[in-house]
């Protein structure tokens, strides 16, 4: 029976109970996917990351992720999470890190200030119409832009009328398996959001950096600004910075271990 590290982290947090909680997973080698779905599924976390050693050098590790129900192209919270566990449990003299994933290409984390800085590639979304998804999201936006990956930004006027949203999440998981991205200029930051991806298992994610990787790109246009502060508003509330840099979208923020164990499978 494989017996492999295991690492509870709040992603996005200065404390326990904050932020997106993700596993983080240390294997030897892969399994098949069908394993990892169920270590995913057991963990029943938003996201479960796993780590191999990277033999061909492409970058110090491989990395996947799967949600409770399936695997996902990119997930950001779990990659600053992925970087938070190397950096501090088992390379503390190390500045970065870096990862190579599936279809995101190569991830880095690095130190910066008290926490962390995720580069990731961001995904500018273009106005549009979903009239589909703003009937089950329960307000009608000031505007809607999507990008090919998924991911579907809709800005209303304040912060209120995001967080009053009441989304009918069955409806929306029939869309598929689509990112439903709903923002504001906020009252404590200059951006506050919701995000919520029913379609991959996860009705309301706590803090979601892949999220961000559309809204930096959005924002740093409408506010006329290279970077922002930023608020997930969900129960979990979440805290970060965003920048873009080039064709990259580099959020910052912290992490906390709460856990640290052993996972038999």
């Keep these: ?54 033999a061909s050098d492409a970058a110090d590790y491989e990395l996947t992720w799967f949600t409770p129900t399936s695997t996902v192209d990119l997930c950001g919270h779990a990659t600053l999470a992925s970087g938070h566990v190397v950096l501090t449990a088992l390379a503390p003299e190390r500045e970065t890190v870096s990862f190579s994933t599936r279809k995101a290409g190569i991830l880095h984390v690095s130190r910066e200030a008290d926490g962390y800085a995720l580069s990731l590639p961001a995904y500018p979304p273009v106005s549009g119409a979903f009239d589909d998804a703003v009937a089950l999201l329960g307000a009608v936006p000031e505007e809607v832009a999507s990008h090919a990956v998924g991911y579907h930004v809709f800005r209303y006027a304040d912060a209120g009328t995001v967080r009053g949203l009441m989304p009918d999440f069955r409806g929306l998981a029939r869309l598929g398996d689509l990112q439903f991205i709903c923002t504001a200029p906020g009252d404590e930051s200059d951006v506050m959001s919701r995000v919520f991806v029913p379609g991959a298992g996860v009705d309301e994610d706590s803090v979601t950096g892949s999220a961000h990787a559309a809204l930096t790109p959005f924002w740093c246009d409408r506010l006329g600004q290279e970077q922002f502060s930023a608020v997930q508003g969900s129960h979990r509330i979440g805290r970060l910075s965003c920048r873009r840099e080039g064709d990259r979208a580099v959020l910052i923020g912290q992490c906390v271990t709460v856990v640290e164990g052993r996972f038999r499978f």
């Design 1 to 54: 029976m494989p017996n492999v590290p295991y690492f509870h982290v709040d992603a996005f947090a200065d404390r326990a109970f904050g932020g997106n909680q993700a596993a983080v997973m240390l294997l030897d080698s892969w399994p098949d996917d069908a394993v990892l779905q169920a270590i995913g599924a057991e963990n029943n976390f938003a996201e479960t990351a796993f780590l191999v050693p990277d």
